[in-house]
Protein backbone atom coordinates (compact mmCIF):
# COMPACT_ATOMS: atom_id res chain seq x y z
CA UNK A 1 0.00 0.00 0.00
CA UNK A 2 2.89 2.26 0.69
CA UNK A 3 4.04 1.23 -2.49
CA UNK A 4 1.17 2.34 -4.81
CA UNK A 5 1.26 5.51 -3.02
CA UNK A 6 4.58 5.82 -3.79
CA UNK A 7 3.77 5.32 -7.23
CA UNK A 8 0.88 7.63 -7.04
CA UNK A 9 3.11 10.68 -5.75
CA UNK A 10 5.76 9.62 -8.23
CA UNK A 11 4.50 9.66 -11.36
CA UNK A 12 2.31 12.80 -10.58
CA UNK A 13 6.24 14.52 -9.43
CA UNK A 14 8.24 13.00 -12.23
CA UNK A 15 5.40 14.18 -15.08
CA UNK A 16 6.15 18.00 -13.73
CA UNK A 17 9.90 17.31 -13.22
CA UNK A 18 9.68 16.15 -17.12
CA UNK A 19 7.96 19.11 -18.32
CA UNK A 20 9.71 21.25 -16.14
CA UNK A 21 13.72 20.08 -16.97
CA UNK A 22 12.52 19.96 -20.94
CA UNK A 23 11.02 23.22 -21.06
CA UNK A 24 13.22 25.22 -18.77
CA UNK A 25 16.28 25.20 -21.19
CA UNK A 26 13.87 26.47 -24.14
CA UNK A 27 12.65 29.10 -21.62
CA UNK A 28 13.76 32.70 -22.00
CA UNK A 29 13.47 36.87 -21.60
CA UNK A 30 11.84 37.14 -25.35
CA UNK A 31 10.16 34.13 -24.67
CA UNK A 32 7.62 35.74 -22.12
CA UNK A 33 7.90 39.62 -23.51
CA UNK A 34 7.91 39.39 -27.28
CA UNK A 35 4.74 38.86 -29.16
CA UNK A 36 4.86 36.28 -31.67
CA UNK A 37 6.93 37.44 -34.96
CA UNK A 38 6.09 36.68 -38.51
CA UNK A 39 7.29 33.13 -39.29
CA UNK A 40 6.80 32.44 -35.25
CA UNK A 41 5.11 29.03 -35.59
CA UNK A 42 8.13 27.72 -38.59
CA UNK A 43 10.73 28.32 -35.88
CA UNK A 44 11.48 32.39 -36.30
CA UNK A 45 11.65 34.61 -33.27
CA UNK A 46 8.98 36.10 -30.94
CA UNK A 47 7.46 34.71 -28.02
CA UNK A 48 4.28 33.97 -25.95
CA UNK A 49 3.34 37.10 -24.48
CA UNK A 50 0.28 37.43 -25.90
CA UNK A 51 -0.82 34.24 -24.46
CA UNK A 52 0.57 34.92 -21.04
CA UNK A 53 -1.79 38.23 -20.98
CA UNK A 54 -4.65 36.53 -22.32
CA UNK A 55 -4.75 34.25 -19.83
CA UNK A 56 -4.48 36.51 -16.89
CA UNK A 57 -7.16 38.80 -18.78
CA UNK A 58 -9.39 35.91 -19.65
CA UNK A 59 -9.20 34.17 -15.85
CA UNK A 60 -9.19 37.48 -13.99
CA UNK A 61 -12.05 38.57 -15.40
CA UNK A 62 -13.78 34.82 -15.21
CA UNK A 63 -12.92 35.00 -11.75
CA UNK A 64 -14.23 38.39 -10.80
CA UNK A 65 -17.70 37.95 -12.54
CA UNK A 66 -18.08 34.30 -10.83
CA UNK A 67 -17.43 35.79 -7.15
CA UNK A 68 -19.78 38.52 -7.72
CA UNK A 69 -22.02 35.81 -8.12
CA UNK A 70 -20.99 33.15 -5.75
CA UNK A 71 -20.16 35.14 -2.82
CA UNK A 72 -23.88 35.83 -2.53
CA UNK A 73 -24.86 32.75 -3.36
CA UNK A 74 -22.92 31.21 -0.76
CA UNK A 75 -24.09 33.80 2.10
CA UNK A 76 -27.91 33.42 0.98
CA UNK A 77 -27.43 29.07 0.90
CA UNK A 78 -26.35 29.86 4.73
CA UNK A 79 -27.73 32.29 6.32
CA UNK A 80 -31.08 32.76 4.54
CA UNK A 81 -32.32 29.67 3.12
CA UNK A 82 -30.47 27.72 5.65
CA UNK A 83 -31.93 23.96 5.25
CA UNK A 84 -34.75 24.08 2.79
CA UNK A 85 -35.02 22.13 -0.09
CA UNK A 86 -33.84 25.40 -2.28
CA UNK A 87 -30.47 25.01 -0.28
CA UNK A 88 -30.00 21.56 -1.07
CA UNK A 89 -31.24 21.09 -4.06
CA UNK A 90 -28.89 23.97 -4.71
CA UNK A 91 -25.85 22.60 -3.59
CA UNK A 92 -26.66 19.25 -5.49
CA UNK A 93 -27.26 21.36 -8.80
CA UNK A 94 -23.83 22.87 -8.22
CA UNK A 95 -21.90 19.75 -7.18
CA UNK A 96 -23.39 18.37 -10.40
CA UNK A 97 -22.00 21.37 -12.30
CA UNK A 98 -18.94 21.05 -11.38
CA UNK A 99 -18.41 17.44 -12.92
CA UNK A 100 -19.90 18.62 -15.97
CA UNK A 101 -16.81 18.42 -18.65
CA UNK A 102 -15.59 21.67 -19.56
CA UNK A 103 -15.88 20.87 -23.73
CA UNK A 104 -19.46 20.89 -22.86
CA UNK A 105 -19.46 24.43 -21.31
CA UNK A 106 -17.24 25.33 -24.14
CA UNK A 107 -20.41 23.81 -26.74
CA UNK A 108 -22.54 25.70 -24.40
CA UNK A 109 -20.99 28.97 -24.48
CA UNK A 110 -20.55 28.07 -28.44
CA UNK A 111 -24.37 27.89 -28.95
CA UNK A 112 -24.87 30.68 -27.63
CA UNK A 113 -22.47 32.81 -30.00
CA UNK A 114 -24.77 31.16 -32.62
CA UNK A 115 -27.90 32.46 -31.87
CA UNK A 116 -26.27 35.77 -31.39
CA UNK A 117 -24.16 35.44 -34.62
CA UNK A 118 -21.04 36.90 -32.83
CA UNK A 119 -17.57 35.89 -32.97
CA UNK A 120 -15.34 34.15 -30.56
CA UNK A 121 -13.93 37.07 -28.03
CA UNK A 122 -12.61 37.83 -24.83
CA UNK A 123 -15.60 38.46 -23.78
CA UNK A 124 -17.06 35.32 -24.24
CA UNK A 125 -14.01 33.19 -22.75
CA UNK A 126 -14.59 35.32 -19.75
CA UNK A 127 -18.77 34.07 -19.53
CA UNK A 128 -17.51 30.58 -20.31
CA UNK A 129 -14.99 30.01 -17.75
CA UNK A 130 -17.00 32.06 -14.84
CA UNK A 131 -19.83 29.44 -15.61
CA UNK A 132 -17.34 26.70 -14.92
CA UNK A 133 -15.39 28.11 -12.18
CA UNK A 134 -18.52 29.30 -10.82
CA UNK A 135 -19.53 25.73 -9.18
CA UNK A 136 -16.21 25.48 -7.82
CA UNK A 137 -16.14 28.76 -6.07
CA UNK A 138 -19.12 28.48 -4.63
CA UNK A 139 -18.78 25.18 -2.67
CA UNK A 140 -15.70 26.16 -1.70
CA UNK A 141 -16.81 29.23 -0.04
CA UNK A 142 -20.12 27.42 1.17
CA UNK A 143 -18.44 24.95 3.30
CA UNK A 144 -16.36 28.18 4.69
CA UNK A 145 -19.29 30.22 5.33
CA UNK A 146 -21.01 27.13 6.94
CA UNK A 147 -17.89 26.59 9.58
CA UNK A 148 -18.82 30.09 10.93
CA UNK A 149 -20.26 29.77 14.36
CA UNK A 150 -23.56 30.45 15.42
CA UNK A 151 -22.36 32.58 18.20
CA UNK A 152 -21.11 35.19 15.81
CA UNK A 153 -24.22 35.51 13.87
CA UNK A 154 -26.17 35.47 17.49
CA UNK A 155 -23.98 38.04 18.92
CA UNK A 156 -24.58 40.53 15.69
CA UNK A 157 -28.27 40.05 15.96
CA UNK A 158 -28.00 40.54 19.35
CA UNK A 159 -26.99 44.06 18.62
CA UNK A 160 -30.24 44.88 16.16
CA UNK A 161 -28.05 44.07 12.95
CA UNK A 162 -30.49 42.88 10.01
CA UNK A 163 -29.27 39.83 8.15
CA UNK A 164 -27.90 41.72 5.24
CA UNK A 165 -25.44 43.45 7.99
CA UNK A 166 -24.58 40.39 9.70
CA UNK A 167 -23.56 38.73 6.12
CA UNK A 168 -21.47 41.34 5.11
CA UNK A 169 -19.85 42.84 8.03
CA UNK A 170 -19.38 39.99 10.13
CA UNK A 171 -19.63 36.87 8.38
CA UNK A 172 -18.04 37.56 5.24
CA UNK A 173 -15.18 39.18 7.49
CA UNK A 174 -15.06 36.02 9.50
CA UNK A 175 -14.80 33.80 6.05
CA UNK A 176 -12.13 36.11 4.74
CA UNK A 177 -9.08 33.88 4.48
CA UNK A 178 -11.77 30.69 3.15
CA UNK A 179 -13.16 32.74 0.64
CA UNK A 180 -9.80 34.41 -0.54
CA UNK A 181 -8.66 30.12 -1.14
CA UNK A 182 -11.51 29.63 -3.00
CA UNK A 183 -11.31 32.92 -5.23
CA UNK A 184 -7.33 31.94 -6.18
CA UNK A 185 -8.56 27.98 -6.50
CA UNK A 186 -11.00 29.13 -9.45
CA UNK A 187 -8.05 31.06 -10.96
CA UNK A 188 -5.92 28.10 -11.12
CA UNK A 189 -8.74 25.99 -12.25
CA UNK A 190 -9.75 28.86 -15.28
CA UNK A 191 -6.31 29.64 -16.32
CA UNK A 192 -5.42 25.93 -16.94
CA UNK A 193 -8.69 25.01 -18.70
CA UNK A 194 -8.33 25.14 -22.32
CA UNK A 195 -11.12 22.50 -23.47
CA UNK A 196 -14.02 25.35 -22.95
CA UNK A 197 -12.49 28.28 -24.36
CA UNK A 198 -10.82 26.54 -27.25
CA UNK A 199 -14.73 27.33 -28.77
CA UNK A 200 -15.41 30.67 -27.49
CA UNK A 201 -12.37 32.56 -27.71
CA UNK A 202 -10.59 31.76 -30.15
CA UNK A 203 -6.64 32.39 -30.97
CA UNK A 204 -4.51 34.94 -31.66
CA UNK A 205 -1.12 36.60 -32.40
CA UNK A 206 -2.45 40.12 -30.82
CA UNK A 207 -2.88 40.99 -27.09
CA UNK A 208 -6.20 41.88 -26.66
CA UNK A 209 -7.47 45.55 -26.89
CA UNK A 210 -10.90 45.04 -25.97
CA UNK A 211 -13.75 42.84 -24.87
CA UNK A 212 -14.54 41.83 -28.34
CA UNK A 213 -11.23 40.95 -29.31
CA UNK A 214 -10.20 37.12 -30.00
CA UNK A 215 -8.16 36.03 -27.05
CA UNK A 216 -4.88 33.51 -27.04
CA UNK A 217 -4.48 31.78 -23.72
CA UNK A 218 -1.43 29.48 -22.86
CA UNK A 219 -2.92 26.34 -21.97
CA UNK A 220 -4.05 26.70 -26.30
CA UNK A 221 -0.52 27.99 -26.75
CA UNK A 222 1.06 24.92 -25.61
CA UNK A 223 -1.72 22.79 -27.16
CA UNK A 224 -0.62 24.34 -30.95
CA UNK A 225 2.74 24.55 -30.27
CA UNK A 226 3.06 21.06 -29.70
CA UNK A 227 1.14 20.59 -32.74
CA UNK A 228 3.82 21.78 -35.12
CA UNK A 229 6.58 19.35 -36.74
CA UNK A 230 9.62 21.79 -35.68
CA UNK A 231 11.38 20.49 -32.69
CA UNK A 232 12.43 24.49 -31.93
CA UNK A 233 8.61 25.53 -31.95
CA UNK A 234 8.21 22.44 -29.81
CA UNK A 235 10.40 23.04 -27.18
CA UNK A 236 8.58 26.32 -27.02
CA UNK A 237 5.75 24.33 -26.21
CA UNK A 238 7.67 22.85 -23.06
CA UNK A 239 9.04 26.41 -22.10
CA UNK A 240 4.98 27.71 -22.02
CA UNK A 241 4.01 24.54 -20.09
CA UNK A 242 6.46 25.72 -17.48
CA UNK A 243 5.26 29.25 -17.66
CA UNK A 244 1.37 27.88 -17.11
CA UNK A 245 3.04 25.64 -14.60
CA UNK A 246 4.86 28.03 -12.48
CA UNK A 247 1.58 30.48 -12.57
CA UNK A 248 -0.76 27.45 -11.26
CA UNK A 249 1.39 26.56 -8.43
CA UNK A 250 2.83 29.56 -6.93
CA UNK A 251 -1.18 30.57 -7.33
CA UNK A 252 -1.49 27.44 -5.10
CA UNK A 253 1.17 27.94 -2.92
CA UNK A 254 0.57 31.70 -2.74
CA UNK A 255 -3.29 30.72 -1.30
CA UNK A 256 -1.76 28.84 1.63
CA UNK A 257 0.37 31.70 2.63
CA UNK A 258 -2.39 34.06 2.34
CA UNK A 259 -4.22 32.19 3.99
CA UNK A 260 -2.41 31.73 7.48
CA UNK A 261 -1.86 35.53 7.20
CA UNK A 262 -5.39 36.58 7.21
CA UNK A 263 -6.22 34.29 10.17
CA UNK A 264 -4.89 37.03 12.59
CA UNK A 265 -7.72 38.55 11.66
CA UNK A 266 -10.49 35.96 12.45
CA UNK A 267 -11.96 35.26 15.77
CA UNK A 268 -11.76 31.90 17.27
CA UNK B 1 -36.49 51.56 7.72
CA UNK B 2 -34.18 52.09 5.37
CA UNK B 3 -32.44 49.42 7.10
CA UNK B 4 -34.93 46.76 6.50
CA UNK B 5 -35.97 47.71 2.80
CA UNK B 6 -31.84 47.57 2.19
CA UNK B 7 -32.02 44.29 3.82
CA UNK B 8 -35.36 42.81 1.75
CA UNK B 9 -33.58 44.02 -1.46
CA UNK B 10 -30.46 42.34 -0.86
CA UNK B 11 -32.34 38.95 -0.19
CA UNK B 12 -34.21 38.98 -3.21
CA UNK B 13 -30.99 39.60 -5.49
CA UNK B 14 -29.28 36.77 -3.52
CA UNK B 15 -32.57 34.47 -3.85
CA UNK B 16 -32.56 35.45 -7.88
CA UNK B 17 -28.60 34.64 -8.25
CA UNK B 18 -29.11 31.42 -6.12
CA UNK B 19 -31.94 30.30 -8.10
CA UNK B 20 -29.73 31.23 -11.42
CA UNK B 21 -26.41 29.22 -10.69
CA UNK B 22 -28.64 26.09 -9.30
CA UNK B 23 -30.62 26.00 -12.99
CA UNK B 24 -27.40 26.77 -14.77
CA UNK B 25 -27.54 22.43 -15.65
CA UNK B 26 -31.25 22.65 -17.07
CA UNK B 27 -30.37 25.76 -19.20
CA UNK B 28 -27.11 23.86 -20.47
CA UNK B 29 -29.39 20.72 -21.20
CA UNK B 30 -32.15 22.34 -23.06
CA UNK B 31 -30.05 24.72 -25.10
CA UNK B 32 -27.79 22.21 -26.67
CA UNK B 33 -31.35 19.80 -26.87
CA UNK B 34 -32.08 23.07 -28.96
CA UNK B 35 -29.24 23.02 -31.23
CA UNK B 36 -29.17 19.36 -31.92
CA UNK B 37 -33.29 18.66 -32.81
CA UNK B 38 -31.97 19.33 -35.94
CA UNK B 39 -29.93 16.30 -36.50
CA UNK B 40 -31.89 14.07 -34.28
CA UNK B 41 -35.32 14.76 -36.77
CA UNK B 42 -33.40 14.31 -39.84
CA UNK B 43 -31.36 10.90 -38.68
CA UNK B 44 -32.89 8.04 -37.15
CA UNK B 45 -31.61 7.56 -33.72
CA UNK B 46 -29.77 3.94 -34.73
CA UNK B 47 -28.26 5.38 -37.19
CA UNK B 48 -26.39 8.38 -35.45
CA UNK B 49 -25.31 5.39 -32.50
CA UNK B 50 -24.90 2.55 -33.93
CA UNK B 51 -23.54 3.39 -37.34
CA UNK B 52 -19.55 3.60 -37.75
CA UNK B 53 -19.80 5.96 -40.96
CA UNK B 54 -18.58 9.28 -40.72
CA UNK B 55 -18.57 11.24 -43.74
CA UNK B 56 -20.06 14.97 -42.46
CA UNK B 57 -19.90 16.12 -46.48
CA UNK B 58 -21.99 13.38 -47.39
CA UNK B 59 -24.22 13.93 -44.05
CA UNK B 60 -23.38 10.57 -42.43
CA UNK B 61 -22.96 11.31 -38.46
CA UNK B 62 -22.57 7.81 -37.08
CA UNK B 63 -20.63 8.19 -33.51
CA UNK B 64 -20.68 4.16 -33.20
CA UNK B 65 -16.75 4.88 -33.21
CA UNK B 66 -16.53 7.80 -31.10
CA UNK B 67 -18.80 6.26 -27.96
CA UNK B 68 -16.72 2.99 -28.11
CA UNK B 69 -13.36 4.95 -28.64
CA UNK B 70 -14.20 6.94 -25.32
CA UNK B 71 -15.49 3.90 -23.89
CA UNK B 72 -12.35 1.61 -24.19
CA UNK B 73 -10.11 4.80 -23.62
CA UNK B 74 -11.91 5.39 -19.94
CA UNK B 75 -12.27 1.77 -18.62
CA UNK B 76 -8.41 1.24 -19.41
CA UNK B 77 -7.75 4.46 -17.20
CA UNK B 78 -10.23 2.80 -14.71
CA UNK B 79 -8.44 -0.47 -15.06
CA UNK B 80 -4.81 1.19 -14.21
CA UNK B 81 -6.26 3.85 -11.57
CA UNK B 82 -8.60 2.15 -9.13
CA UNK B 83 -6.50 -0.45 -7.08
CA UNK B 84 -3.61 2.01 -7.06
CA UNK B 85 -5.52 5.03 -5.45
CA UNK B 86 -7.63 2.46 -3.73
CA UNK B 87 -4.91 0.94 -1.68
CA UNK B 88 -3.16 4.53 -1.54
CA UNK B 89 -6.51 5.84 -0.18
CA UNK B 90 -6.39 3.02 3.01
CA UNK B 91 -2.88 3.85 3.07
CA UNK B 92 -3.77 7.56 4.13
CA UNK B 93 -6.64 6.69 5.79
CA UNK B 94 -5.32 3.89 8.08
CA UNK B 95 -1.57 3.07 7.99
CA UNK B 96 -0.02 6.25 7.45
CA UNK B 97 1.66 8.53 10.23
CA UNK B 98 0.34 12.22 10.70
CA UNK B 99 3.39 13.16 9.35
CA UNK B 100 3.02 11.14 6.26
CA UNK B 101 -0.55 12.37 5.74
CA UNK B 102 0.00 15.77 6.47
CA UNK B 103 2.84 15.94 3.37
CA UNK B 104 0.89 13.93 1.21
CA UNK B 105 -2.48 15.55 1.48
CA UNK B 106 -1.52 18.81 0.47
CA UNK B 107 0.87 17.76 -2.06
CA UNK B 108 -2.18 15.72 -3.80
CA UNK B 109 -4.49 18.64 -4.25
CA UNK B 110 -1.69 20.49 -5.36
CA UNK B 111 -1.07 18.19 -7.89
CA UNK B 112 -5.04 17.92 -8.57
CA UNK B 113 -4.71 21.66 -10.13
CA UNK B 114 -1.96 20.55 -12.48
CA UNK B 115 -3.73 21.61 -16.23
CA UNK B 116 -4.62 19.10 -18.42
CA UNK B 117 -2.28 20.41 -21.60
CA UNK B 118 0.57 19.70 -19.20
CA UNK B 119 -0.90 16.27 -18.51
CA UNK B 120 -1.10 16.03 -22.46
CA UNK B 121 2.86 16.98 -22.76
CA UNK B 122 4.18 14.69 -20.78
CA UNK B 123 1.88 12.10 -22.40
CA UNK B 124 3.23 13.04 -25.56
CA UNK B 125 7.11 13.13 -24.01
CA UNK B 126 6.79 10.56 -22.04
CA UNK B 127 4.23 8.18 -22.69
CA UNK B 128 3.96 7.99 -26.33
CA UNK B 129 7.81 7.22 -26.92
CA UNK B 130 8.28 4.62 -23.96
CA UNK B 131 4.80 2.58 -26.15
CA UNK B 132 6.30 2.89 -29.00
CA UNK B 133 9.47 2.03 -28.63
CA UNK B 134 9.69 -0.40 -25.14
CA UNK B 135 6.02 -1.92 -24.57
CA UNK B 136 4.72 -2.38 -27.86
CA UNK B 137 7.61 -4.46 -29.36
CA UNK B 138 7.94 -6.77 -26.31
CA UNK B 139 3.86 -8.06 -27.50
CA UNK B 140 4.92 -7.82 -30.87
CA UNK B 141 2.91 -5.17 -31.80
CA UNK B 142 3.76 -2.32 -33.63
CA UNK B 143 2.76 0.96 -33.12
CA UNK B 144 2.79 4.93 -33.48
CA UNK B 145 2.52 4.79 -29.53
CA UNK B 146 -0.14 7.29 -29.82
CA UNK B 147 -2.82 4.66 -28.86
CA UNK B 148 -5.71 3.84 -26.17
CA UNK B 149 -2.94 2.74 -24.24
CA UNK B 150 -1.36 6.38 -23.86
CA UNK B 151 -4.49 7.65 -23.29
CA UNK B 152 -5.91 5.11 -20.69
CA UNK B 153 -2.33 5.34 -19.10
CA UNK B 154 -2.50 9.86 -19.04
CA UNK B 155 -5.76 9.78 -17.86
CA UNK B 156 -5.32 7.51 -15.14
CA UNK B 157 -3.11 9.55 -14.13
CA UNK B 158 -5.36 12.70 -14.28
CA UNK B 159 -8.17 10.62 -12.02
CA UNK B 160 -5.68 9.87 -8.89
CA UNK B 161 -6.22 12.54 -7.21
CA UNK B 162 -9.86 12.79 -7.23
CA UNK B 163 -10.59 8.97 -6.58
CA UNK B 164 -7.72 9.33 -3.65
CA UNK B 165 -9.01 12.54 -1.95
CA UNK B 166 -12.91 11.06 -2.29
CA UNK B 167 -12.87 7.78 -0.98
CA UNK B 168 -9.97 8.74 1.84
CA UNK B 169 -12.76 10.98 3.06
CA UNK B 170 -14.92 8.44 2.82
CA UNK B 171 -12.56 5.97 4.94
CA UNK B 172 -12.03 8.46 7.47
CA UNK B 173 -16.01 8.69 8.33
CA UNK B 174 -16.04 5.35 9.37
CA UNK B 175 -16.37 5.46 13.29
CA UNK B 176 -13.49 4.91 15.33
CA UNK B 177 -15.37 2.79 17.55
CA UNK B 178 -16.12 0.44 15.03
CA UNK B 179 -12.66 -0.07 14.23
CA UNK B 180 -11.85 -0.65 18.23
CA UNK B 181 -14.28 -3.22 18.13
CA UNK B 182 -12.89 -4.84 15.55
CA UNK B 183 -9.15 -4.75 17.33
CA UNK B 184 -11.05 -6.15 20.32
CA UNK B 185 -12.07 -9.44 18.71
CA UNK B 186 -8.60 -9.97 17.77
CA UNK B 187 -8.53 -8.89 14.15
CA UNK B 188 -5.00 -7.91 12.57
CA UNK B 189 -4.97 -4.12 10.77
CA UNK B 190 -5.74 -5.43 7.88
CA UNK B 191 -8.43 -7.69 8.71
CA UNK B 192 -10.21 -4.61 9.95
CA UNK B 193 -9.64 -2.73 7.03
CA UNK B 194 -10.75 -5.38 4.60
CA UNK B 195 -13.72 -6.77 6.26
CA UNK B 196 -14.94 -3.40 8.57
CA UNK B 197 -13.87 -0.59 7.18
CA UNK B 198 -13.89 -1.33 3.53
CA UNK B 199 -17.44 -2.96 3.86
CA UNK B 200 -19.12 -0.18 5.26
CA UNK B 201 -17.63 2.56 3.12
CA UNK B 202 -18.69 0.35 -0.27
CA UNK B 203 -21.03 3.12 -1.41
CA UNK B 204 -19.04 5.57 -0.75
CA UNK B 205 -15.80 3.97 -2.28
CA UNK B 206 -18.25 3.40 -5.38
CA UNK B 207 -19.12 6.98 -5.59
CA UNK B 208 -15.38 7.84 -5.60
CA UNK B 209 -15.25 5.93 -8.68
CA UNK B 210 -17.92 6.71 -10.32
CA UNK B 211 -16.92 10.58 -9.97
CA UNK B 212 -13.35 9.12 -11.38
CA UNK B 213 -15.32 7.93 -14.08
CA UNK B 214 -16.98 10.26 -15.01
CA UNK B 215 -13.91 13.14 -14.61
CA UNK B 216 -11.94 11.07 -17.51
CA UNK B 217 -15.45 10.44 -19.34
CA UNK B 218 -15.14 14.00 -20.19
CA UNK B 219 -11.78 15.09 -20.81
CA UNK B 220 -10.71 16.39 -23.44
CA UNK B 221 -7.07 17.96 -23.59
CA UNK B 222 -4.88 15.55 -22.45
CA UNK B 223 -6.89 12.54 -24.35
CA UNK B 224 -6.59 14.42 -27.70
CA UNK B 225 -3.14 15.04 -27.50
CA UNK B 226 -1.86 11.19 -27.48
CA UNK B 227 -4.83 9.24 -28.76
CA UNK B 228 -4.27 9.28 -32.34
CA UNK B 229 -7.57 10.76 -32.75
CA UNK B 230 -8.91 8.36 -35.92
CA UNK B 231 -12.09 7.88 -36.61
CA UNK B 232 -12.12 3.39 -36.30
CA UNK B 233 -13.63 1.59 -33.27
CA UNK B 234 -10.49 0.34 -31.76
CA UNK B 235 -9.47 -3.03 -32.37
CA UNK B 236 -6.84 -3.45 -29.77
CA UNK B 237 -5.33 -1.50 -26.99
CA UNK B 238 -2.62 -0.13 -29.26
CA UNK B 239 -4.59 0.79 -32.00
CA UNK B 240 -5.28 4.73 -31.84
CA UNK B 241 -9.20 5.74 -31.29
CA UNK B 242 -10.99 9.00 -31.31
CA UNK B 243 -13.05 9.84 -27.93
CA UNK B 244 -16.16 12.06 -28.30
CA UNK B 245 -14.50 15.52 -26.45
CA UNK B 246 -11.62 14.82 -28.72
CA UNK B 247 -13.82 14.99 -31.53
CA UNK B 248 -15.82 18.21 -30.55
CA UNK B 249 -12.77 20.04 -30.11
CA UNK B 250 -10.79 19.35 -32.96
CA UNK B 251 -13.76 19.67 -34.95
CA UNK B 252 -15.23 23.27 -34.25
CA UNK B 253 -13.33 24.60 -36.62
CA UNK B 254 -14.93 23.82 -40.10
CA UNK B 255 -18.09 23.25 -38.11
CA UNK B 256 -19.52 26.20 -39.94
CA UNK B 257 -19.11 25.40 -43.33
CA UNK B 258 -20.84 22.17 -43.55
CA UNK B 259 -24.90 21.86 -42.87
CA UNK B 260 -25.55 19.64 -40.01
CA UNK B 261 -22.29 19.52 -38.72
CA UNK B 262 -22.92 21.80 -35.79
CA UNK B 263 -25.84 20.37 -34.79
CA UNK B 264 -23.94 17.17 -34.79
CA UNK B 265 -21.37 18.74 -32.79
CA UNK B 266 -23.49 19.88 -30.29
CA UNK B 267 -25.27 16.69 -30.27
CA UNK B 268 -22.20 14.91 -29.10
CA UNK B 269 -21.71 17.55 -26.19
CA UNK B 270 -25.62 16.29 -25.73
CA UNK B 271 -24.68 13.15 -25.28
CA UNK B 272 -21.62 13.73 -23.17
CA UNK B 273 -23.55 15.71 -20.36
CA UNK B 274 -26.04 13.56 -20.28
CA UNK B 275 -23.74 10.27 -19.55
CA UNK B 276 -21.58 12.59 -17.55
CA UNK B 277 -24.49 14.23 -15.57
CA UNK B 278 -26.41 10.63 -14.79
CA UNK B 279 -23.17 9.42 -13.24
CA UNK B 280 -22.16 12.60 -11.39
CA UNK B 281 -26.19 12.77 -9.69
CA UNK B 282 -26.17 9.11 -8.83
CA UNK B 283 -22.20 9.32 -7.03
CA UNK B 284 -23.65 12.59 -5.17
CA UNK B 285 -26.88 11.18 -3.90
CA UNK B 286 -24.25 8.43 -2.26
CA UNK B 287 -22.01 10.43 -1.11
CA UNK B 288 -24.92 13.23 0.76
CA UNK B 289 -26.27 9.80 2.35
CA UNK B 290 -23.20 8.96 3.84
CA UNK B 291 -22.33 13.13 4.64
CA UNK B 292 -25.72 12.80 6.94
CA UNK B 293 -24.95 9.33 8.31
CA UNK B 294 -22.03 10.71 9.90
CA UNK B 295 -23.22 13.76 11.06
Not at chain 1, 117 to 136: C, H
Not at chain 1, 193 to 219: C, E, K, M, N, R
Not at chain 2, 259 to 280: E, G, K, R, T
Amino acid sequence: MAFSMLVVIGSLLVMVAVVVFKGAPALSISMITQTPRGGYYLGKEGGILNAIVGSLCLAGGATALAFVISLPVALYLEEYAGKSKLASFTRLSLDVLGGVPSIVYGAFGFTFMLYLGVRASLLWGIITVALLVLPIMTRAMDEVVRAIPLELREASYALGATKLETVLKVMSRQALPGILTAVLLAFGRGIGDSASVLLVAGYTDYIPHSLFDPVATLPLAVFFQIGTPFPKVQERAYASAVVLLGIVLSLSVASRLLTKKFMKYVVK
Amino acid sequence: MKRKLKDLFASRIMLLLTVFSSLIVFVMMFTLFQRSRLILTTQPLSELFFSSSWRPLSGEFGFHSFIIGTMWVTTLAMIFAVPICLLSAIYLAEYAPNGVRSIVKPLIDLLAGIPSVVYGLWGVLTVVPLIRDYVAPFVGATTTGYSVLAGGIVLSIMVFPVIISVSEEVFRTVPYEVREASFALGATRWQTVKHVVIRSSLPGVAASIILGFSRAFGETMAVLMVVGNVAKVPSSVFDPAYPLPALIANTYGDMMSIPLYDSAMLLAALILLLIVLFFNVVSRIILLRIERRSM
